[in-house]
């Protein structure tokens, strides 16, 4: 059945004061009420049917998920939305692109092997990454963000890690999800800083079982891997991934021949050592850097040890 917020114009969907629902409410804080009562509801079946266990880490899981959340609410529960949607000064992902937006995100999460072989460090690193891209999608007319919890959750947990956001209040979570995303500065400047989503998940996920080190025995492995984990805020697509996580060693070897490639290599190095790192991380990079401006033949010699 089509309603009145199906048949308005994309233009004006994003203008009405309340979403269709099922059960006709007009009042947008009561649908907020009964909308979370019954998700919640459907939240917990889904998690003790563990059926999402058993599912591919896909767009069509995703929508399974949202179905499940606000099948008795709303009838356009389980598809992407088709308007395009702001909330404070955030616009979300242009709606002409959605499509590409989400194929993307899931194709990346591929080529990244859904994070897993990744010491806590890499996956703190990559999960913040991927929070705020789906975030930025924004890929439901609403309910993205108990979706994106539930669909993190199970991400991390196939990955070896246990992220519990029970333990993280509402207004933490948006306030460091809003500095990732963009802020206004007083200026009128736009400020993107991952540094407090990190933060927050740093604290907040728990190893499960045994903890992965990486095996990485040259200069051009340990270059590729820091490049790849922690070059992700300016670039969509690490700059050498083409197939796989460890196809960027030959590109390495390469750029480490001339010198305008060791040029390019301390600029990727250096902006991937920004922002938040443990110490032992911006420590290993500083190391690389320096060896940088010496000899190759000095830099190859050098065997590196896992992060």
Known sequence: MLLKYDLAPNEDKNKMPYLDNKLNIFDEKECEFIDRKLSSRRALELFESKKLQTMPLNA??????????????????????SCNITKGNNTFFNIDFLKFGIEEFFNNLNKDNFLENLTRTEFVELFSYYSNEMNFLHPFREG????????????????????????????KL???????????????????????????????????GKKFKPQIDTVEELINRILWIYDRESQVNWMFCHDNMHSGESDVKV????????????????????????????????????KLTHTKSKLNDEKCLEL
């Open 60 to 81: 069509k899981t995703l929508c399974y998920i949202h179905k499940t959340l606000f099948q008795d609410i709303y009838p356009w529960a389980g598809t992407f939305r």
């Open 144 to 171: 993205n963000g108990r979706t994106k919890k539930i669909f993190l959750t199970e991400l991390a947990r196939r990955a070896g890690y246990i992220i519990d956001y029970t333990k993280i209040t509402h207004d």
């Open 174 to 208: 948006r306030s460091a999800e809003i500095k990732a995303f963009g802020y206004s500065l007083d200026d009128g400047t736009i400020m993107h800083s991952m540094y407090a989503l990190k933060d927050l998940y740093d604290e907040n996920i728990v190893t499960l």
């Open 255 to 290: 750029l480490l021949q001339t010198k305008e490639g060791r040029e390019k290599l301390v600029v990727y190095l250096n902006h991937a050592r920004s922002g938040v790192k443990p110490q032992k991380v911006v420590d290993k990079i500083d190391s690389i850097l320096s």
